[in-house]
């Protein structure tokens, strides 16, 4: 399904391309262990979603905390990933929703992490993942996610457009990222209404917080702004929140902490516990 609905890029060699042949690997692997019918079997039984975008598009500063041991360009982040813990912790220091990481190879991810994490936090839960076929939203709900994140650059439209669908039908609001005017403007006319700008290039991995005050002013009122990547400071969140972006997803900066609770609350600028 998705071996032909993929974005037709120039295959580089850079840390995203090897991400998503690692990841074609993987979830094949597992449609042949998890048929696509037992997957709607738990989706059924599954309680509903709760409602990410509502939850990241209130007046305050909107953390999604990010939930994330490790990456390609910093190796091992945080060794000590008690997820139930950091999650309830997060939630209790102020996080609006959360975000976990579910793909294994690059960043030691798990859905079982998300899966942990939803449970005990009590705070909607976005998968952050690379997602590229159907079979993937379905899973995604079927363990309890109430977001995902689809990654405009390696989808084309068409696949782009359905998988925001499926979402909605799931009862799930997609996060779409993007780091161009060009993905931007492609994923406003796949229909996203929770845009992500995200700071760090995934070819190169390279950060700078000017490529979402650059575009924020290209989305529209009635969508929901979120800045992703690179945010470490209080005052880079107040200016952002200036500029028009409703939420922050916000992962390094909250996993290198030695408690990651007390960050998050300095950064939303609350007393400490």
């Given at each position: 399904?998705?071996?032909?609905?993929?974005?037709?890029e120039a295959q580089t060699g850079t840390i995203l391309?090897?991400?998503?042949?690692?990841?074609?690997?993987?979830?094949?692997?597992?449609?042949?262990?998890?048929?696509?019918?037992?997957?709607?079997?738990?989706?059924?039984?599954?309680?509903?979603?709760?409602?990410?975008?509502?939850?990241?598009?209130?007046?305050?500063?909107?953390?999604?905390?990010?939930?994330?041991?490790?990456?390609?360009?910093?190796?091992?982040?945080?060794?000590?990933?008690?997820?139930?813990?950091?999650?309830?912790?997060?939630?209790?220091?102020?996080?609006?929703?959360?975000s976990i990481l579910t793909e294994e190879d690059f960043f030691h991810g798990s859905l079982l992490n998300l899966?942990?994490?939803?449970?005990?936090?009590?705070?909607?839960?976005?998968?952050?993942?690379?997602?590229?076929?159907?079979?993937?939203?379905?899973?995604?709900?079927?363990?309890?996610?109430?977001?995902?994140?689809?990654?405009?650059?390696?989808?084309?439209?068409?696949?782009?457009?359905?998988?925001?669908?499926?979402?909605?039908?799931?009862?799930?609001?997609?996060?779409?990222?993007?780091?161009?005017?060009?993905?931007?403007?492609?994923?406003?006319?796949?229909?996203?209404?929770?845009?992500?700008?995200?700071?760090?290039?995934?070819?190169?991995?390279?950060?700078?917080?000017?490529?979402?005050?650059?575009?924020?002013?290209?989305?529209?009122?009635?969508?929901?702004?979120?800045?992703?990547?690179?945010?470490?400071?209080?005052?880079?969140?107040?200016?952002?929140?200036?500029?028009?972006?409703?939420?922050?997803?916000?992962?390094?900066?909250?996993?290198?902490?030695?408690?990651?609770?007390?960050?998050?609350?300095?950064?939303?600028?609350?007393?400490?516990?």
């Amino acid at each position: 399904m998705w071996g032909v609905s993929l974005k037709a890029e120039a295959q580089t060699g850079t840390i995203l391309d090897r991400i998503i042949e690692a990841r074609r690997a993987s979830v094949g692997k597992r449609q042949r262990l998890v048929p696509l019918p037992v997957l709607k079997m738990a989706v059924a039984k599954a309680a509903p979603p709760c409602d990410f975008a509502a939850a990241i598009s209130g007046t305050s500063l909107n953390v999604i905390a990010e939930l994330k041991k490790a990456s390609p360009s910093r190796g091992v982040i945080r060794a000590d990933f008690d997820v139930a813990a950091l999650a309830v912790s997060l939630a209790a220091a102020g996080a609006a929703a959360l975000s976990i990481l579910t793909e294994e190879d690059f960043f030691h991810g798990s859905l079982l992490n998300l899966k942990q994490a939803r449970d005990a936090a009590g705070i909607p839960v976005l998968r952050k993942d690379f997602l590229f076929d159907p079979w993937q939203v379905w899973e995604a709900r079927s363990v309890g996610a109430d977001s995902f994140l689809l990654v405009a650059a390696i989808l084309d439209d068409a696949l782009l457009a359905q998988l925001l669908a499926l979402g909605r039908e799931l009862g799930m609001e997609a996060l779409v990222e993007v780091h161009s005017r060009a993905e931007l403007d492609r994923a406003l006319q796949a229909g996203a209404r929770v845009l992500g700008v995200n700071n760090r290039d995934l070819k190169t991995f390279t950060v700078s917080l000017e490529t979402s005050l650059q575009l924020v002013a290209s989305i529209p009122d009635d969508c929901i702004a979120v800045s992703e990547s690179g945010l470490r400071s209080r005052a880079e969140l107040e200016r952002l929140r200036a500029a028009g972006f409703d939420a922050f997803l916000i992962g390094e900066q909250l996993m290198q902490a030695p408690d990651p609770a007390a960050a998050l609350r300095e950064l939303l600028g609350a007393s400490p516990a």
